[in-house]
């Protein structure tokens, strides 16, 4: 007996889009009609869009087979495929709001640009040592966390700073060999 469990889920107001570990996608929405479909790769990151209107009307999907699936809401039909020679993709940003223009993070430390307008639908921007934990835009620069480790990358590589951001805590350094243990003397 197979056991389906959930790996990644996306709550918003419109309704509640859940990834499975056998590539089933499901999207509950608040009013309407629940719609499921199945991807070939393992889900491992998901992203919700709104529309013009307001309304969540695309799922981005990133699996761990290098695949990024753009997807409609409610119906789940497949908008663009992506597919990257890269490793898993652990992380997924929106370049510009209105636009189909992605960036992804993946396993191997690649950030790649995806636009389906461009000429080259998928373009490696950069790579960084250790895997994307996350990526965000801020203005011009892309900020990409590997760990504890923040880097900051301007597109066309001018720009470039790298943080320890774990450096600032303080280490409590205790031994626990010193510590003793009294155990109670059994009756």
């Keep these: 007996m197979n056991q389906r469990s959930i790996v990644r889920s996306l709550t918003t107001s419109d309704g509640l889009l859940v990834a499975m570990n056998d590539g089933t996608v499901s999207w509950k929405p608040v009013d309407g009609r629940p719609q499921r479909t199945k991807l070939e790769g393992f889900p491992t990151v998901l992203l919700a869009l709104r529309g013009p209107m307001g309304q969540v009307d695309t799922a981005v999907i990133g699996c761990a087979d290098g695949e990024l699936h753009v997807l409609t809401l409610p119906r789940l ?69 590997s760990g504890w480790v923040h880097h900051v990358r301007s597109w066309d590589g001018s720009h470039h700073n790298v943080t320890n951001t774990s450096e600032a805590f303080h280490v409590k350094r205790y031994k626990r060999l010193d510590r003793s243990y009294v155990l109670p003397n059994p009756a």
């Design 77 to 145: 039909e497949t908008v663009a495929k992506y597919t990257l020679a890269s490793g898993c993709i652990r992380a997924v940003c929106l370049v510009a709001e209105g636009s189909m223009h992605f960036l992804v993070g993946t396993q191997h430390g690649a950030v790649w640009s995806l636009d389906e307008r461009s000429t080259e639908r998928t373009r490696m921007v950069f790579s960084i040592d250790g895997p994307v934990s996350s990526l965000h835009l801020e203005g011009d620069l892309v900020h990409v966390r």
